[in-house]
């Protein structure tokens, strides 16, 4: 998929005090409940800070938009997928391995399915953050660890291997997501029988 070639618009500094992060995590949690409830006709800088229970002053301190409001919601997104996708490594084997980082794609899609949806709107039209990338790359990693394991059937190309892996996950929940499904053990079952064909498990 394309992606614009101009920047994605940055939060303006980072916080350092404690009472700093909060402020940025609520402005943050914030933008998530009014794009879930709302979708993006209600979503401005203003209705933003009002439900953070800040002054726009103080949130156009740290975000220069909404863009980059949903820059920053996209980074935490992914960051929480990468940690839930991580913990699959602690399978014994590499197939509950791969059967539990579906799983857990699943529950992060599914657990706010609204937002999910949108943001991957959003992931489409905006350009790549590099931390979002950088995270995208930690995923596929995962990935290629779980196929490296010695009960998994071995790849011509495991690089290639892990990368059309992820998409095939992302490219099903995705288009669950988008259709409105809601029914996650028939989706686990189809990205399953996906999964495991395409890596040759029978």
Partial sequence: MTKPNSDRPSPRKSPKQARSHETVSAIIEAAARILEQEGHGGFSTNAVAKRAGVSVGSL?????????????LLVRETSLLLQEAEAALIQQT???????????????????????RL?????????????????????????????????MPPQPDPAVAARDLIAIIKGMIDGAGMSGEEDCEALMARVKRATFGYIGIS
């Fill in 60 to 72: 156009y301190q740290y975000f220069p938009g909404k863009d980059a409001l949903i820059g920053a």
């Fill in 119 to 151: 943001l991957d709107f959003e992931e489409a039209r905006l350009p790549l953050d590099p931390v979002t990338q950088m995270v995208g790359h930690q995923i596929t990693s995962v990935a290629r660890q779980i196929l490296g394991r010695h009960d």
């Fill in 94 to 116: 590499g197939k509950d391995a791969l059967l539990a980082m579906v799983a857990a794609c699943i529950g992060h899609q599914f657990r706010r399915p609204r937002l999910a």
